[in-house]
C-alpha cells in the first residue's frame, strides 16, 4: 500500500513508523498517490498567527474578536476545547473560558500571511482556487512529473514547509472532487492529512450527517429533516425529480453529493463577486447606539478587506433580519467605487436610517458589491459632502500608521460603542 512519512516526505510501503526517521506520522492508502484534488484548511488561522507572534501565549486559551458587545472571530484548540465557537457572542465565550486572552483582530497581518501561504501553493500548482484567508482548493493533476512526486507527498511539502518557514499549521483533505476534499480537511484536525478514495466514498457517506455539505445551513438542516432526511443514506431514498420538486435547485445537487458526485472544477480564475461582513446577535437588538456600533466596525472589515484584495466596489448593501427571519436588504448605488470604510459606513448607515424602526433585529450586515480594481476607486470628490476628500485623506494616513504600529494605534470612538 503506498504511504510516506509526514515528518521527513520519504514515501514507503504500510508501516507504523517511518524508517528514514522513525516518526509514527506515516499516512498509506490504497489511492494515496492517484488523486489530485486537495482542500487545505490553516488551523485556528488567527488565533495561531497571534501565538506565533507571541510565545508567551502558547499554552494559553486564545479569542480573537471584539469586547463584550462583540462575537468570536475564531478561537484556538484550546478555547474550543472549553466549548468556544466562532460566531458566539463573546460575553458567552468569556463564561465558558474566562481566563481566555482577547485580541483585536489584526487583518493586514492575517492577509499577508495568507499571501505568503498562497505563494507556496502557487509553487505546487498554478489551479489554486482561495475560499478565504485560510483556506483553499488546489488541483495537482498532471504536476507529478514536474515535482518528483505524487500530489499527496507535495501536499505534505506544503504543510511542513507552513510549519517550519512561517510557524504555522494546516489541515489537508485530498479526494477525487472538491466536495469530499473539504469534508476530508476537516475529519482530524489540527495538522490533519485525511483521504477519501473513490472506492471508499459510498461506505464512508453512508451513515454521515446531511450538515457535512458545505452550505448546509440551520435553516436547510430543518427543512431536510422535516422531508426526513438525516443522513446520506436518508437522501439516496429519494429520486432525483422528487429532490428537485422539494427543495428546487439544490435538490439535483443533493442527489449528486448524496452519491459523493461534484463536478465543479478547481478554478484559479473565479472572480471575487462581492465582499461582505455579517454578525448574528445573541439576543435581538433595536439599540441604534449598538446596531451603529456594529456596523461601523463591518464597514471597517470590509474595507480591510477590499484594500488587501486590491478590489473597491459601486454598490453598498445593507442586510438585516428580524427576530421573525424576514430578511431585510437594501442597496445603493455609488457615483464612484469605494474601498474607504468612511464612504461604506456612511452609506449604509443611510440605508439603516430608513428601515432602523423596524427592529429588534437578530442579524446585521453590511458588503460592497459590483466589484472593480482599486485603481478606479474614489476617483472624484463628492460635490454634496466637501468633506469627504478630507476624511480619506485621515483615513489613508491612520492605515499607515496602523500598518506601521499595530492595529490599537488609532481607534475611531464609533468603534468603540
Same mark, same amino acid.
Given at each position: 500500500?503506498?504511504?510516506?512519512?509526514?515528518?521527513?516526505?520519504?514515501?514507503?510501503?504500510?508501516?507504523?513508523?517511518?524508517?528514514?526517521?522513525?516518526?509514527?506520522?506515516?499516512?498509506?492508502?490504497?489511492?494515496?498517490?492517484?488523486?489530485?484534488?486537495?482542500?487545505?484548511?490553516?488551523?485556528?488561522?488567527?488565533?495561531?498567527?497571534?501565538?506565533?507572534?507571541?510565545?508567551?501565549?502558547? +499554552? @494559553? #486559551? *486564545?479569542?480573537?474578536?471584539? $469586547?463584550?458587545?462583540?462575537?468570536?472571530?475564531?478561537?484556538?484548540?484550546? !478555547?474550543? &476545547? %472549553?466549548?468556544?465557537?466562532?460566531?458566539?457572542?463573546?460575553?458567552?465565550?468569556?463564561?465558558?473560558?474566562?481566563?481566555?486572552?482577547?485580541?483585536?483582530?489584526?487583518?493586514?497581518?492575517?492577509?499577508?500571511?495568507?499571501?505568503?501561504?498562497?505563494?507556496?501553493?502557487?509553487?505546487?500548482?498554478?489551479?489554486?482556487?482561495?475560499?478565504?484567508?485560510?483556506?483553499?482548493?488546489?488541483?495537482?493533476?498532471?504536476?507529478?512529473?514536474?515535482?518528483?512526486?505524487?500530489?499527496?507527498?507535495?501536499?505534505?511539502?506544503?504543510?511542513?514547509?507552513?510549519?517550519?518557514?512561517?510557524?504555522?499549521?494546516?489541515?489537508?483533505?485530498?479526494?477525487?472532487?472538491?466536495?469530499?476534499?473539504?469534508?476530508?480537511?476537516?475529519?482530524?484536525?489540527?495538522?490533519?492529512?485525511?483521504?477519501?478514495?473513490?472506492?471508499?466514498?459510498?461506505?464512508?457517506?453512508? +451513515? @454521515? #450527517? *446531511?450538515?457535512?455539505?458545505? $452550505?448546509?445551513?440551520?435553516?436547510?438542516?430543518?427543512?431536510?429533516?422535516? !422531508?426526513? &432526511? %438525516?443522513?446520506?443514506?436518508?437522501?439516496?431514498?429519494?429520486?432525483?425529480?422528487?429532490?428537485?420538486?422539494?427543495?428546487?435547485?439544490?435538490?439535483?445537487?443533493?442527489?449528486?453529493?448524496?452519491?459523493?458526485?461534484?463536478?465543479?472544477?478547481?478554478?484559479?480564475?473565479?472572480?471575487?463577486?462581492?465582499?461582505?461582513?455579517?454578525?448574528?446577535?445573541?439576543?435581538?437588538?433595536?439599540?441604534?447606539?449598538?446596531?451603529?456600533?456594529?456596523?461601523?466596525?463591518?464597514?471597517?472589515?470590509?474595507?480591510?478587506?477590499?484594500?488587501?484584495?486590491?478590489?473597491?466596489?459601486?454598490?453598498?448593501?445593507?442586510?438585516?433580519?428580524?427576530?421573525?427571519?424576514?430578511?431585510?436588504?437594501?442597496?445603493?448605488?455609488?457615483?464612484?467605487?469605494?474601498?474607504?470604510?468612511?464612504?461604506?459606513?456612511?452609506?449604509?448607515?443611510?440605508?439603516?436610517?430608513?428601515?432602523?424602526?423596524?427592529?429588534?433585529?437578530?442579524?446585521?450586515?453590511?458588503?460592497?458589491?459590483?466589484?472593480?480594481?482599486? !485603481?478606479?476607486?474614489?476617483?472624484?470628490?463628492?460635490?454634496?459632502?466637501?468633506?469627504?476628500?478630507?476624511?480619506?485623506?485621515?483615513?489613508?494616513?491612520?492605515?499607515?500608521?496602523?500598518?506601521?504600529?499595530?492595529?490599537?494605534?488609532?481607534?475611531?470612538?464609533?468603534?468603540?460603542?
Amino acid at each position: 500500500m503506498p504511504g510516506f512519512c509526514r515528518d521527513c516526505l520519504t514515501q514507503i510501503d504500510r508501516a507504523r513508523r517511518c524508517p528514514s526517521c522513525g516518526s509514527p506520522r506515516v499516512l498509506s492508502h490504497p489511492e494515496l498517490f492517484d488523486l489530485s484534488i486537495a482542500h487545505m484548511d490553516c488551523d485556528a488561522f488567527y488565533a495561531s498567527v497571534e501565538k506565533r507572534d507571541n510565545p508567551e501565549l502558547a +499554552d @494559553k #486559551p *486564545v479569542i480573537i474578536g471584539g $469586547g463584550r458587545r462583540g462575537v468570536v472571530s475564531t478561537a484556538c484548540y484550546v !478555547a474550543r &476545547i %472549553r466549548g468556544v465557537r466562532s460566531a458566539m457572542p463573546m460575553f458567552k465565550a468569556l463564561e465558558l473560558c474566562p481566563d481566555a486572552v482577547v485580541i483585536k483582530p489584526r487583518g493586514a497581518v492575517y492577509a499577508e500571511v495568507s499571501k505568503q501561504i498562497r505563494a507556496m501553493m502557487d509553487e505546487l500548482t498554478p489551479v489554486v482556487e482561495p475560499l478565504s484567508l485560510d483556506e483553499a482548493f488546489m488541483d495537482l493533476s498532471g504536476t507529478a512529473k514536474l515535482h518528483g512526486a505524487p500530489p499527496a507527498v507535495m501536499l505534505g511539502r506544503l504543510v511542513k514547509r507552513m510549519k517550519d518557514e512561517l510557524g504555522l499549521t494546516g489541515s489537508i483533505g485530498l479526494s477525487h472532487n472538491k466536495f469530499l476534499a473539504k469534508v476530508a480537511s476537516d475529519l482530524d484536525k489540527p495538522r490533519g492529512f485525511s483521504v477519501i478514495g473513490k472506492a471508499e466514498t459510498a461506505d464512508f457517506l453512508s +451513515d @454521515k #450527517p *446531511v450538515r457535512l455539505i458545505w $452550505g448546509i445551513g440551520p435553516a436547510a438542516q430543518e427543512s431536510l429533516e422535516r !422531508a426526513g &432526511i %438525516r443522513t446520506f443514506t436518508d437522501l439516496l431514498r429519494w429520486e432525483q425529480e422528487a429532490l428537485v420538486a422539494r427543495f428546487g435547485s439544490m435538490g439535483a445537487r443533493l442527489w449528486h453529493l448524496a452519491r459523493g458526485e461534484d463536478r465543479r472544477r478547481v478554478s484559479s480564475h473565479e472572480p471575487v463577486k462581492s465582499i461582505s461582513n455579517e454578525t448574528t446577535f445573541y439576543e435581538d437588538t433595536g439599540d441604534p447606539d449598538i446596531l451603529d456600533g456594529h456596523l461601523w466596525r463591518m464597514a471597517e472589515k470590509v474595507s480591510d478587506r477590499a484594500k488587501a484584495k486590491g478590489l473597491a466596489g459601486r454598490v453598498v448593501t445593507l442586510k438585516l433580519k428580524k427576530a421573525n427571519h424576514r430578511i431585510l436588504t437594501r442597496r445603493v448605488s455609488l457615483r464612484d467605487a469605494t474601498q474607504m470604510a468612511d464612504t461604506i459606513y456612511r452609506r449604509a448607515r443611510g440605508l439603516f436610517d430608513q428601515v432602523g424602526d423596524e427592529g429588534p433585529f437578530r442579524l446585521l450586515g453590511c458588503g460592497l458589491s459590483d466589484l472593480c480594481p482599486e !485603481a478606479q476607486a474614489d476617483m472624484s470628490g463628492d460635490l454634496l459632502d466637501p468633506n469627504a476628500s478630507r476624511r480619506a485623506g485621515a483615513e489613508r494616513a491612520a492605515d499607515a500608521i496602523r500598518a506601521r504600529f499595530g492595529p490599537d494605534a488609532i481607534l475611531k470612538g464609533r468603534s468603540l460603542r
